[in-house]
C-alpha cells in the first residue's frame, strides 16, 4: 500500500476516472477534478496540501502550465507530473525546467504513471524531511553570533542548547581560538542566569601568591598586604556565571577550593573561617589535555571528575573546512560595516587558499587575517597576494608527503620565531603590559598568555596585567 495525497486534473472524463481508480487501488487518497480553474481552486484552498499533482497538460482556459505553476507557488514541495500528447512533449520539457517531475506520454499504461507517481512521492517525503531537519536544526541550535554548518559544530550546538536549561558544571576544550569563551557567553546568555554578571577569569594569568584570594576573597591582615577584607572574583559572580579559562593552571590549594565549592556551594576567603554561600555557575575551559594532567598528578582526579560532568569540545577549524565559506561571509560583513568599506569579496584563488591553510589559531586567527586584507584592500574582490599570510606555501604543497612535512615545519618553526619576537618587542613597547599587547598583536589575553608561557618569554619589565 501507498500512501500520499494526490490531486488529478483532466478534462477527459473516462481517463481522470480510469486515473483515480488506479491511483486509489494503490493506496493513495486522490482528489479528481475536470479542469485547471478547479484545480488552482483546490490548490489555493487553506488544507490542500497535495503530495503530487497529475495533470494532463493540454487543457481548455486554463492549461497544465498554469496548474503546475499554482502548485508550486501552493506548496513549492508539491510535484507535479505532466500528461502529454505526442504534440506536446516540447512543452512538457519546458514545463520540467518550471519544477515539474516527469511527464508521461498519451497512450501509456497505469504501469507508468504509477512508477512516476511513487517516485515523485518519494521524493517529495525526502524533501520534506531534509527541510524540516534543516529548520528544526537551525531554529532549535541557533545562537547569534556563532556561525556553522558542519556536522562537528551542530553536535556543539545542540550540546550547548541542552546545557543552557541545566545547572551543570560544563568543560569546554579545544585550541587557541576555536571559539571556547564564545560558546560559554552563548550558555551564560541563554541560560536563566542571563541578568547576572558573565566572569571571565583566566587561571594561568593569577600571580600564583594571589590566585585564592583573588578567586575567593581574603580577610584584613591574613598576609602582607591584606589591608582591608575583599571580596573575590566568585563572589562578584552571584546568581551569575563564571568561566575559569585555563582551568589546568589552577594551583593544588585553588583545587580543594573549588571542589568544595562544587560539593557545597561554598567557598571561604583566605584568612577567614567563615564559609559563604554562593550562586553560581562554573563553565571551566582549557585547551590543554587535563585527562593528561590529571595522569601526571597536576590535576586532582575528584575535582576533573565534578567538572567534567559535560564537556563540549571544539574541532580545530582545520578539521571543519566545510565551516569556512560561512564564517568568512559572516566576517566579511562584520568587518567591511566596521571599516566603512564597500562589499568585497575573495577571489576564487584568494578563497580556495583560505580553504586550505591550516589555521592554527583557528577562528580568531581566520578573523584578523580577514581585517587586515579587508583594511588594506583597494579592490572590491581581494586577491591572493592581499592576504597577509604564507598561504601560497601552504596551499600550493604539491610535493612528496615527506618534504611537505619537512616544508611545512621549517614554515612553523620560523612563524614561531616571528611571533616570539614579535610578543617580546610589544611587550618591551608598552612595558609589560598584557592587555595592550595582546590588542595590539590581535589575540587574546589568555592566547597571549599561553604564548609567553610557550617561548619562555621573561620581559624586561614586570609583565603585569589586570585580568
Ligand atoms: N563559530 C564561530 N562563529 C563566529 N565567530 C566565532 C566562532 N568561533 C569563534 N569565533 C570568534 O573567534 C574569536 C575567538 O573565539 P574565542 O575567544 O571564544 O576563542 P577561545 O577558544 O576562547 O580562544 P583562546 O583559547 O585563545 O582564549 C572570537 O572573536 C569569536 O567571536
Ligand atoms: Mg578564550
Redesign the pocket.
Known amino acids: 500500500m501507498e500512501s500520499g495525497k494526490i490531486l488529478v486534473v483532466e478534462d477527459q472524463d473516462a481517463m481522470r476516472e480510469s486515473l483515480v481508480i488506479a491511483f486509489r487501488d494503490e493506496g493513495y487518497q486522490v482528489e479528481g477534478v475536470a479542469s485547471g480553474e478547479e484545480a488552482i481552486r483546490r490548490l489555493n484552498g487553506n488544507n490542500n496540501v497535495y503530495d503530487l499533482v497529475v495533470t494532463d497538460l493540454k487543457m481548455k482556459k486554463v492549461d497544465g502550465l498554469e496548474v503546475l505553476k499554482a502548485a508550486k507557488t501552493a506548496s513549492p514541495s508539491t510535484e507535479v507530473a505532466l500528461i502529454t500528447a505526442y504534440g506536446t512533449i516540447s512543452t512538457a520539457v519546458q514545463a520540467i525546467r518550471d519544477g515539474a517531475y516527469d511527464y508521461v506520454t498519451k497512450p501509456f499504461r497505469h504501469q507508468e504513471i504509477l512508477k512516476v507517481a511513487k517516485k515523485a512521492i518519494e521524493k517529495k517525503s525526502l524533501k520534506d524531511r531534509v527541510r524540516y531537519l534543516e529548520g528544526e536544526i537551525r531554529d532549535k541550535y541557533r545562537f547569534e553570533?556563532?556561525?556553522?554548518s558542519s556536522n562537528a559544530?551542530l553536535e556543539v550546538l545542540k550540546i550547548t542548547s541542552q546545557v543552557c536549561r541545566t545547572e551543570s558544571t560544563v568543560l569546554?576544550t579545544?585550541?587557541?581560538?576555536?571559539?571556547?569563551?564564545?560558546?560559554?557567553?552563548a550558555i551564560h546568555y541563554n541560560s536563566h542566569r542571563k541578568d547576572g554578571p558573565f566572569v571571565v577569569i583566566n587561571c594561568g594569568a593569577l600571580p600564583e601568591n594571589l590566585q585564592e584570594s583573588e578567586l575567593f576573597g581574603h580577610v584584613r591582615g591574613s598576609f602582607t598586604g591584606a589591608i582591608r577584607d575583599k571580596i573575590g572574583l566568585f563572589q562578584h559572580a552571584q546568581k551569575g556565571t563564571i568561566l575559569l579559562?585555563e582551568i589546568g593552571e589552577t594551583l593544588p590549594s585553588t583545587q580543594v577550593k573549588l571542589l568544595r565549592f562544587l560539593q557545597d556551594g561554598e567557598i571561604r576567603p583566605v584568612g577567614g573561617n567563615k564559609a559563604i554561600y554562593v550562586d553560581t555557575r562554573i563553565i571551566a575551559?582549557t585547551?590543554e589535555n587535563l585527562d593528561k594532567a590529571v595522569e601526571s598528578g597536576k590535576f586532582r582526579k575528584d575535582l576533573f571528575y565534578r567538572i567534567n560532568v559535560i564537556r563540549i569540545h571544539?574541532p580545530p577549524l582545520r578539521e571543519r573546512r566545510e565551516?569556512i565559506p560561512l564564517?568568512v561571509e559572516?566576517?566579511l560583513e562584520q568587518i567591511t560595516e566596521k571599516l566603512k568599506k564597500g562589499t568585497r569579496t575573495f577571489s576564487k584563488e584568494a578563497m580556495h587558499a583560505l580553504m586550505n591553510y591550516d589555521w592554527p589559531g583557528?577562528?580568531?586567527e581566520?578573523?584578523n587575517i580577514m581585517e587586515r586584507a579587508v583594511a588594506l584592500s583597494r579592490k572590491d574582490i581581494i586577491d591572493l597576494d592581499e592576504i597577509p599570510l604564507p598561504l601560497e606555501r601552504f596551499a600550493a604543497l604539491t610535493t612528496t608527503p615527506m618534504e611537505d612535512e619537512k616544508r611545512k615545519s621549517f614554515i612553523v618553526t620560523t612563524l614561531a620565531e616571528q611571533e616570539k619576537n614579535a610578543i617580546i618587542e610589544a611587550l618591551n613597547k608598552y612595558s609589560g603590559n598584557q592587555t595592550k599587547v595582546a590588542q595590539i598583536l590581535g589575540?587574546?589575553t589568555?592566547?597571549l598568555w599561553?604564548k609567553i608561557k610557550k617561548y619562555r618569554i621573561k620581559s624586561q619589565h614586570e609583565i603585569s596585567d589586570k585580568i
Open positions: 553570533g556563532i556561525v556553522g559544530m569546554v579545544g585550541e587557541s581560538g576555536t571559539g571556547k569563551e564564545l560558546i560559554a557567553r579559562d575551559a585547551n571544539l565551516d564564517l559572516y566576517f583557528n577562528i580568531r581566520l578573523q589575540i587574546s589568555t592566547t599561553r
